[in-house]
Antibody, heavy 122, light 108 residues
Framework: QITLKESGPTLVKPTQTLTLTCTFS??????????VGWIRQPPGKALEWLAL???????RYSPSLKSRLTITKDTSKNQVVLTMTNMDPVDTATYYC??????????????WGQGTLVTVSS | SYELTQPPSVSVSPGQTARITCSGD??????AYWYQQKPGQAPVLVIY???ERPSGIPERFSGSSSGTTVTLTISGVQAEDEADYYC???????????FGGGTKLTVL
């Protein structure tokens, strides 16, 4: 059974850097084709894809946020870390991490973590 | 940047068929995925690779693709299907992912 859980601060101040950790179990990020993605959702709004890291350390970023995002993995700890710099109140959202199946499986984001609400306010 | 377009809302009566569309220029080249999200919950994958259904997803959920539009069809809609539905795919080169704006399905 694959599970993921997000952790990090619930409140950050404007201009600060947000660091979120996704801790997962039930799969290895060294398995060919597998990835972990980050997606966020402002309150009452749509999902927004942020970043994705694959088993081979291939990293993909949202074009609109690329300059502010960094995604890394620690395979030995079964963790993926997302950092977002220069936080603004508009970045207030629930942040999700999700398992990205290989092409031989669903290939979609499945399953997702429970999400963590991050509020940006002074 | 690349966008996927969904209708904001769809309403159907119980037992009827709901169809939710998602349009994007790269859909002929890239697979589409559909997610169901109920209030206060994380999204759940209900269709992958345009038309495949994950294990555990009821057979009333199906997907199809035609040109630049993909469609999620829910046959015999039940009250429990009331939720937000999101399509997801990639740009034409497969460089980055994108979600549609979401469709709120209301069961009357």
């Amino acid at each position: 059974q694959i599970t993921l859980k997000e952790s990090g601060p619930t409140l950050v101040k404007p201009t600060q850097t947000l660091t979120l950790t996704c801790t997962f179990s039930g799969f290895s990020l060294s398995t060919s084709g597998v990835g972990v993605g980050w997606i966020r959702q402002p309150p009452g709004k749509a999902l927004e894809w942020l970043a994705l890291i694959y088993w081979n350390d291939d990293k993909r970023y949202s074009p609109s946020l690329k300059s502010r995002l960094t995604i890394t993995k620690d395979t030995s700890k079964n963790q993926v870390v997302l950092t977002m710099t220069n936080m603004d109140p508009v970045d207030t959202a629930t942040y999700y991490c999700a398992h990205r199946g290989s092409a031989g499986t669903t290939g979609g984001f499945d399953p997702w973590g429970q999400g963590t609400l991050v509020t940006v306010s002074s | 940047s690349y966008e996927l377009t969904q209708p904001p809302s769809v309403s159907v009566s119980p037992g009827q068929t709901a169809r939710i569309t998602c349009s994007g220029d790269a859909l002929p080249k890239q697979y589409a995925y559909w997610y169901q999200q109920k209030p206060g919950q994380a999204p759940v994958l209900v269709i992958y690779k345009d038309s495949e259904r994950p294990s555990g997803i009821p057979e009333r959920f199906s997907g199809s693709s035609s040109g630049t539009t993909v469609t999620l069809t829910i046959s015999g809609v039940q009250a429990e299907d009331e939720a937000d539905y999101y399509c997801q795919s990639a740009d034409s080169s497969g460089t980055y992912e994108v979600f549609g704006g979401g469709t709120k399905l209301t069961v009357l």
